[in-house]
């Protein structure tokens, strides 16, 4: 909520991402960006298959959106990520 009430609607994503790390360093928590989601299948693992914005504390999946609102669909995609990450808890937010 700090970033986004700091810098406003309309940045591209990449650039709140950007801030979300400097917030999660003062703050003390590990975390890993843009971490790869690979899916196995038959014994092939399809390499950055997904990638997830952030897993923080080995524990959270973190998914950011720059759009005006959320859809079912990015509610599936977290959930997607979820799975293969083998995580129980996410923030999806936007």
């Known amino acids: 909520m700090r970033v986004h ?10 650039v709140y991402e ?7 360093a ?3 928590l590990s975390f890993r960006r843009q971490v790869t ?7 092939l693992e399809l390499q950055r298959a ?3 914005d952030f897993i923080v504390e080995s524990t959270v999946l973190v998914e950011l959106k ?9 509610s599936a995609q977290v959930l997607t990520y ?8 996410a923030l999806l937010g936007s």
């Open 18 to 24: 950007q801030c979300i790390c400097v917030e999660f």
């Open 82 to 89: 979820m799975r293969l990450a083998d995580l129980k808890k």
């Open 37 to 43: 989601l690979p899916v196995r299948y038959e014994g």
């Open 26 to 28: 003062r703050a003390g």
């Open 50 to 52: 997904f990638v997830a």
């Open 66 to 74: 720059s759009i005006e609102r959320l859809l079912t669909v990015h």
């Open 5 to 14: 009430s700091a810098l406003g609607p309309g940045l591209f994503e990449s």
